[in-house]
């Protein structure tokens, strides 16, 4: 196709406005790379900050004798928590799952779930999660966004399960302010409310914003917002979907065995270790390292979670050495066994084969 030659004018204004094109695009390239390393640079830091705090209380050369002093039937106690813990995290996962996809049978989703949970122990950014949602990327009804309702659901359950402990626990706290104490168990019980109220106010939610947007004739003609639209719509619809009162009390209920088995980790070391405070002193660690962990942090959450078990334990008068010790086996506790059934999981995936088919 011939076309009529360019002026020299012509030319000389198309080579500016390449010119300019390109200064405009590069610092956007920077920038966004820039951007890319602050939250882990974040996540470095804090860990550092937390974990010199946990060290310099803790006198290494008498680590090696706390563990060797550690009455093995504790350690198996703790072991057997941990299993029974994670085994009700499967079956509640499982179960939301098998709302959109009743076909799924319980054991295709014990490896994505325990490879998941081995990769957020060690890469950053939560990648654990990004490989549940493609878990099961070929079948129907377990589409990403689906499986990601099921992940809100996952950590709001958590969450109110933990509060709800935490409200318990804190009267129990030996020092500070009780009337403090007791003020931030009715705010953590408020809190809790307004998350359950929160997760009922869904199918308002599809109601009234989703569906006019989905009407919006300005909004129909960008494939690339309805393409996030179908998301919010298959995001909210699963989490619709488990919010039955049959179906949610189910899930409520596998969530307080998970964190009540999860508390038992803590109190068989706590035990094991004669640190003073019984079952408070144990569900109370629980409730505030583990909460502390959705500060940003490396893989695995080291340094927060040592640093809050650690305060929790000198709550009740254990000697902050004792304290940090115990945060530090409970940690080896939960990271290790998890991590290595990860592993165990990907291994029998990989070599074997899964019904699974999870996509790495």
Known sequence: MSGKPLSDYQVHRFDEMKVALSRSVKPQRKSLSWRRWIRPVIGLSVTILFA?????????NELPQHLANL?????????????????????????MLHATAPYLRLKDTAAPFLIGIAANNVLPLRAGDILRLFAFHDRPGLEPSRIGGTLIVERLLDLLVLLFILMIVLPTVPVGDQTLLSHLSVWTAILGLI??????????VRRFVLVPLQRSLRLQQSTLALKLLNIGFDITDTIISLGNLRRLTELVLLSSVAWLLEGGVFLSIATAMEIQGGWAVAYTALAIATLATLIPSSPGYIGTFHFFAMQAATFFGNLEAKAATFAIIVHLMLWLPTSMAGALAFLATSFKGSTSKIRL
């Open 71 to 95: 009455n093995g039937f504790y350690i198996l106690s703790a072991l057997l928590c941990l299993v029974l813990g994670y085994t009700a995290r499967i079956l509640r996962w499982w179960r």
């Open 195 to 204: 998350g359950l109220v929160g997760l009922f106010c869904l199918p308002m």
């Open 52 to 60: 010199w705090l946990v060290l310099e209380r803790l006198p290494l």
